[in-house]
């Protein structure tokens, strides 16, 4: 089996991928960043340890004849909330955080610009600028949800999180195995925030800033037919 690189921007929906990939015993990487621009989490000693272990691993497996790279693109304004949620530590203290409330986190949220522009410039800043890969001179297949992309050694299936789960058969054709059945894995139930977060996604109403800069991105059109679009979007109109 040839190497398997997850490499996408953080909160995905990658984690049941990732667990099957271990599970089917792949030669696997799960990054979100290569370069150190950007980041959504400031470098501390220790991620940075990780971080050059990965960027080595992930520079080795590009030397190989061949490599498997996949990527996700998820409906942006959940993907933020989600990021954001999994990210309190650096936004509020230990204490801060025993008190927290929906209209704490709310203001917060609204301020805070860390995450805000992943969803438009991670493949620009990320996947294209490291592997060579413009995604957006591709035509994205938007009814399959799907796109493969090969460029010398690399094989790129690009996804929308939304239709990984009716994509088993194209995913053991792309890995070159007989099967590959997906293991779901739903780690927000056991998050010590839940109930905050449960809430947060029911009550948050966005500005239109916000929707205009998530919901008209070049990064959206290319995923997501225009009536897909105002669907996702429609949902945080209604509160």
Known sequence: MYPVVLYQMGKVGSSSL???LNHYKFKSLHIHRYY????ERPINPKPLF?????????????????????????????????????????????????????????KKFNNSF????????????ELNKRLGINIFEVPFNKETGYTIINKDNIELLIC?????????????EFLEVEEFKLIHKNIGD????????????????????????????????????????????????VK
């Open 160 to 172: 929308t999180t939304n239709k990984i789960n009716t994509l088993e058969k194209e995913l053991a």
């Open 114 to 125: 860390r995450f805000h522009d992943t969803p438009n410039n991670w493949f620009d800043l």
């Open 50 to 106: 990780l971080k050059l272990k990965y960027n080595l691993t992930l520079n080795r497996f590009l030397k190989e004849k061949k490599v498997k790279v996949i990527t996700f693109y998820r409906d942006p304004l959940p993907r933020n909330i989600s990021s954001f949620f999994q990210n309190l530590d650096i936004y509020f203290s230990k204490k801060e955080r025993k008190n927290l409330t929906y209209d704490i986190l709310e």
């Open 18 to 20: 990732k667990g099957t």
């Open 190 to 237: 056991n998050k010590w925030y839940k109930d905050l977060y449960k809430e947060f996604k029911e009550r948050y109403k966005p500005s239109q800033a916000m929707l205009d800069k998530l919901y008209n991105s070049k990064t959206i059109q290319h995923f997501f037919t225009q009536k897909t679009i105002e669907e996702l979007k429609s949902k945080w109109l």
């Open 36 to 39: 150190f621009n950007d980041n």
